[in-house]
Nanobody, 111 residues
């Protein structure tokens, strides 16, 4: 399974970004897709995940602001991030069942 993340960038606090993660390869065994993030000097933390059946879960820190979704026809998972805060600044990684990882995309939120 190969994952290609995109959509990061620089945004002001309160703004929005949408991350995309396109997957290819043998995805039939993937139970869920998700996003993690890693801020400088910190551990990689789970942000959100969505099951093959479309059930979404979120970390408390992003609940109500972020929305994860998937387009199975395009083999793509999205993370819509609204009301961004400076503490959301991190490298965001998409993952397939925490077994396969994308290359990461930088999100920077300025105050």
């Amino acid at each position: 399974v190969q994952l290609q993340a995109s959509g990061g960038g620089l945004v002001q606090a309160g703004g929005s970004l949408r991350l995309s993660c396109a997957s290819s390869g043998s995805t039939f065994s993937i139970e869920y897709m998700g996003w993690y993030r890693q801020a400088p000097g910190k551990q990689r933390m789970w942000v959100a995940s969505i099951s093959s059946g479309g059930i979404a879960n979120y970390a408390d820190s992003v609940k109500g602001r972020f929305t994860i979704s998937r387009d199975n026809a395009k083999n793509t998972v999205y993370l819509q991030m609204n009301s961004l805060k400076p503490e959301d600044t991190a490298v965001y990684y998409c993952t397939a069942s925490a077994r396969y990882w994308g290359q990461g995309t930088q999100v920077t939120v300025s105050s």
